[in-house]
């Protein structure tokens, strides 16, 4: 979560920490561009640092809380770099179980293995 932005030393101290996070993020797929699209399940232990991490026009796409309901946001991240926040309700217990299930059986790679663009969805690689 970020601090209040009053505390220079714990600000400084968390802003370095998700822009360390950020450059790592980025060199996982070997591209140097922020995601268009975050999905931010955790909640309020997350979603400033998912804020911080969506490129500017993008949108972060809350679908659940798991660490709490109540996060701060740094409104910065929205105005200076205009972002959305959208709601969006994921899916039952039942529906999550099956997910799982199809991940622990291999049909299923939860794993991002290539970024693409928009109208590239759905192609298939060789």
Do not use: N
């Not at 993020?25 to 975050?38: L, W």
């Not at 997350?46 to 949108?59: E, I, K, M």
């Amino acid at each position: 979560m970020s601090p209040d932005e009053q505390d220079a030393q714990a600000y400084a101290a968390w802003s370095r920490g998700v822009r360390a996070f950020g450059k790592r993020f980025r060199e996982e797929p070997g591209e140097r561009r922020a995601p268009r699209t975050v999905f931010e399940h955790t909640g309020a232990d997350t979603l400033p640092t998912s804020l911080y991490l969506c490129d500017s026009a993008g949108t972060a796409v809350i679908c659940g809380a798991a660490s709490g309901f109540r996060a701060g946001v740094d409104l910065w991240f929205l105005w200076m770099r205009p972002k959305r926040l959208q709601g969006s309700h994921f899916a039952s217990p039942a529906q999550c179980r099956m997910v799982i299930d199809l991940v622990e059986g291999g049909q299923l790679d939860p794993c991002v293995t290539r970024i693409v663009e928009f109208d590239e969805i759905g192609t298939r690689t060789s």
